[in-house]
């Protein structure tokens, strides 16, 4: 069985960083891509980004593109999310996902198999 668990949240000032992790036990990941989401209070869920585990291609959203980094360990089977040059409207629970069938779709939320229960990421201004 998949279990995605997320950690590294918290509450940071604006222009801050945080390095969110995900270990991920149950599957080999290789083939599989991963990717971090967030959900605002009152907004839906959206991506941030993925990685394709075997060959580390990187996708971002634009709002974080050039901030936020993406990367794996392989021998630790762990996701991060390094958030650099944070901003309030990156407040939001951020969710580790994974898609098992290595989709085109990997800003789409109905892309992904297994999902974390999320870890709290506060920015004040």
């Known amino acids: 069985q998949v279990q995605l668990v997320e950690s590294g949240g918290g509450l940071v000032q604006a222009g801050g960083s945080l390095r969110l992790s995900c270990a991920a036990s149950g599957r080999t990941f290789s083939s599989y891509t991963m990717g971090w989401f967030r959900q605002a209070p009152g907004k839906e869920r959206e991506f941030v980004a993925a990685?394709?585990?075997?060959?580390?291609?990187?996708y971002y959203a634009g709002s974080v593109k050039g901030r936020f980094t993406i990367s794996r360990d392989n021998a630790k089977n762990t996701l991060y999310l390094q958030m650099n040059v944070l901003k309030p409207e990156d407040t939001a629970i951020y969710y580790c996902?994974?898609?098992?069938?290595?989709?085109?779709?990997?800003?789409?939320?109905?892309?992904?198999?297994?999902w974390g229960q999320g870890t709290q990421v506060t920015v004040s201004s």
């Open positions: 996902a994974a898609d098992s069938h290595a989709s085109a779709y990997y800003y789409y939320t109905n892309a992904y198999d297994y």
């Open positions: 990685i394709a585990w075997s060959i580390g291609t990187t």
